[in-house]
């Protein structure tokens, strides 16, 4: 696809780059303005005069009557507002209006004449934070932090009028949910957020309390910039023209009219030599103006004649016979990739690729097996139907590039990955990696979308050059809905079967996913690492259509596949007449799990819980279980540089915080090293041009930062041992956490650092112990352990209005020791929050026949708010992984496996209704309770 | 071009769109509608209040926020259910700012409405693309031949208060003029050009009047409705005595449901026979290949409020 070098999956680093295209690829054709000076953009029919007050200072606007009251205070640089949505539904962009919230991105500037604006920026009054601030910061209600500055705007004038009204009693989830409704948070920071809420309004917070993350201070202020933040001197703005249409051939593309328009400046053609569209959206050429609407206006005079073509939208019209093939034969290279993993060569049969049958083993045996079992009644089988998931990161796909000469790159990326992007960057344009610079301070989530070059940077990289002054290119919501990524559509076929005695004797699935104009899904080889001994029969099939394409998202094939297997694994425990959590533990030998069915018996809910169906009211509740499972990567070549300066500690890895939170990982790591408050860590990550560190993708963030950051500490701590002894004369010196500890006391770290010279080290991280499952893959490398996750969760079905409610959630994981147990709870709760959203609400809609996306904004594209969730209790077994160096593997893909398959566990559980196709809507549960 | 008028007369007759809180406005210009003329109601001292004339007829301006009458003691009082609809749409901060008048007159949220590359009758085309394309939160009642469901939760609850309304530039009478009866595709509610609406007149308050409103949605909040519903009733000697039942989001304009009013009136005040009347909601309903389910929520949000009705504090006390 042009532009994107979406090939390798993310599971790469720089190594693999360099291998895998050689030579720079031709850049693309572009169209410079003549009239590089005239100043001003498109001319504005009126402006109109705005005096209003902005955090106490009288200010003076000229407006035009549509610009957003959130753009013209951005611009003054309060960039604290955030733009999620532009359609009032995110409540990032929440300011004061004479005290009272809402949200700007529908406010018209004009209408702030007479009136008094507060942005989070203005919230901590003289300095002191607003109780909400600090406690947003004690109890971790954040993770990327994008949607923090509405949240917390929202909650501290919910606080001032609880706590005029109520004093300190606390108010309930409800009155908080009630205030918050109007908020959205992708990264699911709301059970956090509930904490920080009741518990300020009690005022049982204590006015020191420290922050979990070091950057939290930053978020609750609106200090925190991200990409969208970047403003340059000279900057200018680019919109891309998108196809309306799934299928096309371009006969004529003329914008010359549009680079007439005074202040456009430059256009670049983004179609490739095919002149084809294979999906609506897709970006056609994109135009740099000195401002956005100037940039719009040039794109609505761009001409285009095309040839609209049959568009095949679904499996079925995909396979159907004499369909056109999609990618013809000799197109199939560099082909969009859905999936973490670098793409295997597979068979194509028109549409579609494979099967993929990786990892079945005495398949036949495992179908006999099933055949065998239904004679009797041990097989439980089923079809099920998951639906596609948009990423839909709370901060837009965006880039801000500036040449330095043409030799000298700098990106603003919103990435999960800084340092292969600048590599991909420099391989692109024949530069050298030193001589590209990817920045990403802040990233307001990711999930997956945001892990490899995409169009967003080819864009501005592109524009950047051709005008000679950095631009910026940011998706609206509805492109980021429609091109910012999804978890591919599945269908999975499942039979399981035991013997007599309730061993699993044999699996079959079967999987047809389609990820659009991508390929890679796989799904079942989940099977086979959740349970390992039963001869298995697993295929998984791509389809492509002329839909948007999927992209890795968070666990890619986890969800569908473990609603598929863990509701098969329930059906079938049920049929037997057993406990499901009997079941699975006799099938399980995974140690990292094992410890958590004790646990999860403990609970009273799941103890206590009736029979499927008990209940017969209009509200029913019902509890399920579900277990997960999910590999273990690591990226060895992973390094963290330490130095001791006078002032203290500065650790700096290329590596980027996308909420995750490895910023503040490093520091608490080297800080509980010398003994100091993990503020007194200085860390510098986000971007590319430090010691090669981690992508935030395929969990591995921690697990391959906790060793280098321990061996830096060694290292360092050794070096700062020798120049103490040096230069007191010290005998039996040796690290300790307080100072170097020798015959005659303990001289503090904070000594040493004061009086030794400069010090660097660069850590790394060491070998598994026995080695790798797989070896690195273009950088990263399968541990030979997978992690175990078991969820419980209760809901009540309302069978008069379809409605599920989830009640309350518990998740117990085993990955180890937990650096961090603040943030690792943060990612778990987010975790299942996102995987409520995809049990119940979450669904992309594409019109059927011609294939443009209708959930094209926040609204119809339903993500869970905050009063969705009930409460979520997480549980650490922290046993195992002896061999690990730092006794972990990653969580963040773990956590979000189980909920939609726990959910439908429970309804069944509820109803005796088992849900088959997700989202679990109102017209499903009614239709399902009337079978 | 843009005009800030001071009184609503002046806003009237002209040429340009009205922008009273512009939660809908400001998106549909920027995706859709353009940079036409804009008439601005900022300036616009008169219309911003609840008024209760000594008789008891309330008068609600236009300009009125969707939060300032769901907060009005009068309203919550008197109108109860009208206070519940009104603090149950949107979110806390589209109500901040959003006004009754924009929210009556305010467009479809129909997707394909919204999606630039649709076809639509509501903006000039020749034929609805929901109809034959996906239409899962369409209607389920056929009055023209639009798919889409009117927006307005105000509209649908004021419905049924039987409120007139006060227009500066057409004489209309009541909130069912507003709309008309749904069957011009092109329309979003009946009001001629370059009228605006000055307000919505309520008669007095009921005595003993029971009053829910309710809505079916997925998610808890801040969702649109799958189906909504208000239901009033007065009930005497264990008897219903009067009813009136609206509902919305299940077509092109608010709909009243006279079949269920005239089967509740005599009924036993009792939640199995109103439930049971329930199920007349179903009648005239003509769902599309997709929204069956909602003839069943249509059912299912009326029984609910019928019941939730009997046990809701009457107006005035019992
Ligand atoms: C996330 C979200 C959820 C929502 N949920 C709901 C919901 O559940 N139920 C619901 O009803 N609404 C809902 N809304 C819509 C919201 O209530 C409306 O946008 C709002 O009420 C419009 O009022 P406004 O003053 O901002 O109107 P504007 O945007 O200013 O105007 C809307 C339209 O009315 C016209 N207009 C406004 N005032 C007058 C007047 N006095 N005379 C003549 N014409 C006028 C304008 O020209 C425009 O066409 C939701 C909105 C959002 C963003
Ligand atoms: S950006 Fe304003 S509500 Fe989402
Ligand atoms: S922390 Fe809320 S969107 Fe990321």
Redesign the pocket.
């Known amino acids: 696809m042009t532009g994107e070098t979406t090939r390798r999956g993310f599971l790469r680093t720089g190594v693999g780059a360099a291998l895998a295209t050689g030579a720079c690829r031709p850049t693309l054709p572009v169209e410079r303005s003549a009239d590089l000076e005239s100043a001003p953009g498109v001319d504005s029919t009126s402006r109109v005069r705005v005096d209003t007050n902005l955090n106490g200072q009288p200010r003076a606007f000229d407006v035009a009557p549509d610009d957003s009251s959130l753009d013209v205070v951005r611009a003054t640089g309060l960039t604290g507002a955030k733009h999620g949505c532009g359609?009032?539904?995110c409540g990032a962009c929440t300011m004061m209006l004479d005290e009272v919230p809402v949200?700007t991105c529908?406010l018209p500037a004009t209408a702030l004449h007479g009136r008094r604006v507060r942005t989070v920026e203005g919230l901590a009054a003289g300095g002191a934070l607003h109780p909400i601030q600090r406690a947003f910061m004690a109890e971790d209600a954040l993770q990327c932090g994008y949607c923090t500055p509405g949240f917390v705007v929202e909650a501290a004038a919910f606080y001032d009028r609880w706590r005029a009204e109520h004093g300190e009693t606390e108010p309930s989830r409800d009155d908080v949910a009630a205030a918050l409704a109007?908020h959205l948070c992708r990264c699911g920071a709301y059970a956090a957020i509930y904490r920080a809420v009741q518990r300020a309004c009690t005022g049982q917070l204590d006015p020191g309390e420290p922050a979990a993350r070091i950057d939290a201070r930053d978020k609750v202020t609106g200090q925190a910039v991200y990409t969208v933040d970047v403003r340059l001197p000279g900057m200018l703005f680019a919109k891309a023209l998108h196809a309306p249409w799934a299928h096309a051939r371009v006969r004529r593309l003329d914008w010359s009219k549009a680079l007439a328009l005074p202040g456009v400046r430059g256009v670049v053609d983004l179609l490739g030599p095919a002149k084809l569209v294979r999906h609506a959206g897709q970006q056609i050429l994109a135009i740099a103006a000195v401002d956005e609407a100037t940039a719009l206006r040039a794109v609505a005079l761009v001409e285009i004649d095309v040839d609209v073509l049959p568009a095949l939208l679904t499996v079925e019209t995909a396979l159907a016979p004499g369909a056109a093939p999609i990618y013809p034969r000799g197109d199939r290279a560099d082909l969009p990739n859905a999936t973490e993993g670098p793409l295997l060569p597979e068979r194509w049969d028109g549409n579609r690729r494979g099967p993929l049958e990786l990892l079945s083993k005495r398949g036949d045996k495992a179908n006999r097996a099933i055949e065998e079992a239904r004679s009797i009644g041990v097989v439980a089988d089923g079809t099920f139907h998951t639906q596609v998931q948009c990423h839909t990161a709370l901060e837009p796909h965006a880039a801000v590039a500036a040449w330095d000469t043409d030799k000298r790159l700098t990106v603003y990326l919103s990435t999960q990955a800084v340092h292969s992007t600048a590599q991909d960057l420099a391989q692109r344009y024949g530069l050298r990696d030193d001589a590209v610079r990817v920045i990403a301070q802040h990233v307001g989530g990711g999930f997956g979308a945001k892990a490899t070059l995409q169009n967003e940077a080819i864009i501005a990289v592109e524009l950047a050059r051709v005008c000679g002054a950095p631009v910026r290119y940011a998706l609206d919501r509805r492109m980021e809905l429609m091109l910012g990524g999804n978890r591919p559509g599945s269908t999975i076929e499942v039979a399981l079967a035991t013997d007599r005695a309730g061993e699993l004797v044999g699996m079959r699935a079967t999987a047809t996913s389609t990820a659009g104009t991508a390929v890679g899904t796989v799904t079942t080889i989940l099977f086979r690492i959740i349970y390992p001994k039963a001869p298995r029969a697993l295929s998984d099939l791509d389809v492509v259509t002329h839909a948007p394409p999927g992209k890795p998202f968070r666990g890619p094939g986890g969800p569908p596949a473990f609603f598929a297997l863990e509701q098969t694994v329930d059906a079938l425990a049920h049929a037997r007449g057993e406990d499901p959590l009997v079941v699975r533990r006799r099938w399980d030998p995974n140690p990292a799990r094992r410890p958590l069915y004790g646990w999860a018996e403990s609970i009273p809910t799941w103890r206590d819980r009736g029979p499927a169906g008990g209940d017969s009211g209009r509200y029913r509740r019902g509890v399920g279980v579900a277990c997960g499972a999910w590999f273990a990567f690591v990226e060895p070549r992973s390094r963290v540089q330490l130095e001791s300066t006078p002032d203290g500690l500065v650790a700096s890895s290329a590596t980027q915080d996308i909420g995750n939170g490895v910023r503040t990982t490093i520091a608490q790591l080297i800080a509980a090293r010398f003994g100091l408050a993990i503020t007194e860590v200085f860390v510098r990550i986000g971007e590319s041009n430090f010691v090669h560190g981690p992508m935030a993708g395929g969990s591995r963030t921690t697990s391959s930062i906790v060793g280098p950051c321990e061996d830096a500490c060694d290292q360092l701590q050794a070096e700062l041992v020798d120049v103490a002894s040096r230069r007191w004369r010290l005998r039996d010196a040796e690290p300790s956490r307080d100072g170097v500890a020798h015959a005659g006391g303990v001289i503090p770290w904070r000594d040493i650092f004061r009086i030794a010279p400069k010090l660097v080290v660069v850590g790394h991280r060491a070998r598994d112990k026995g080695g790798y499952f797989l070896p690195p893959i273009e950088g990263a490398a399968a541990e030979r352990y997978v992690s175990g996750s078991l969820q419980i969760t209760q809901v009540e079905v309302d069978a008069r209005l379809g409605k599920v409610r989830v009640l309350e959630s518990w998740l117990g994981l085993g990955v180890g020791r937990i650096v961090s147990p603040v943030l690792a709870r943060s990612q778990a709760e987010g975790g299942v929050i996102q995987g409520i959203g995809y049990a119940l609400y979450e669904e992309r809609r594409l019109d059927p026949r011609a294939g443009y996306l209708l959930t094209a904004g926040l609204?119809d594209y339903r993500i869970p708010g905050i009063g969705d969730i009930g409460p979520i209790h997480v549980h650490f077994d922290e046993r195992g992984y002896e061999k690990v160096p730092g006794h972990n593997v990653g969580l963040g893909e773990l956590v979000t496996l189980t909920p939609a398959a726990a959910i439908a566990n429970a309804i069944f559980n509820a109803t005796k209704w088992r849900p088959d196709a997700l989202p679990i809507r109102p017209d499903r549960v009614l239709e399902g309770l009337r079978r | 071009m843009i005009r800030f008028p001071t009184d609503?007369a002046q806003a009237a007759g002209s040429d340009g769109?009205?922008?009273?809180?512009?939660?809908?406005?400001?998106e549909r210009r920027r995706t859709m509608a353009g940079e036409g003329p804009l008439v601005d109601?900022r300036d616009v001292a008169e219309?911003r209040n609840i008024e209760v004339a000594a008789d008891g007829r309330t008068r609600i301006g236009?300009?009125v926020t969707?939060a300032a009458l769901a907060h009005d003691e009068h309203v919550s009082g008197g109108y109860p259910g009208l206070a519940q609809a009104a603090g149950g749409?949107?979110?806390p901060q589209?109500?901040a700012?959003?006004?009754v008048?924009?929210?009556?007159?305010?467009?479809t949220r129909c997707w394909y409405y919204r999606a630039p590359e649709a076809e639509c009758f509501k903006k000039g085309g020749a034929m609805c693309s929901a109809r034959k394309g996906d239409h899962l939160w369409h209607a389920c009642v056929e009055l023209g031949p639009c798919a889409s469901v009117h927006?307005?939760?105000?509209?649908m609850a004021l419905l049924a208060y039987d409120a007139r309304i006060d227009i500066v530039g057409a004489t209309m009478r009541t909130v069912a003029d507003l709309y008309g009866d749904g069957s011009d595709p092109t329309a979003h509610n009946a009001?001629p050009p370059g009228?605006?609406?000055?307000g919505i007149e309520i008669d007095p308050p009921r005595r003993g009047e029971r009053s829910v409103y309710l809505?079916a949605t997925s998610r808890a909040r801040?969702e649109?409705?799958l189906v909504e519903v208000l239901v009033r009733i007065g009930v005497e000697a264990g008897v219903i005595a009067w009813a009136k039942v609206a509902v919305g989001a299940v077509a092109g304009v608010p709909l009243r449901l006279p079949q269920v009013e005239a089967a509740l009136v005599g009924a036993p005040a009792q939640a199995e026979a109103l439930v049971a009347i329930a199920a007349l909601a179903r009648e005239g309903t003509a769902p599309l290949p997709m929204t069956a389910y909602t003839v069943d929520l249509l059912e299912g949000v009326v029984a609910d409020a019928l019941e939730r009705a009997l046990v809701a504090d009457p107006v005035g006390g019992s």
Do not use: F
């Open positions: 359609h009032g539904a949200v529908l109007g609204e | 609503l769109e009205i922008r009273a809180g512009a939660t809908d406005l400001a109601l219309a236009a300009l969707i749409l949107a979110t589209i109500r700012v959003g006004t008048g924009g929210n009556l007159l305010q467009h927006a307005s939760t105000l509209g009001l009228a605006v609406l000055r809505r801040a649109w409705p």
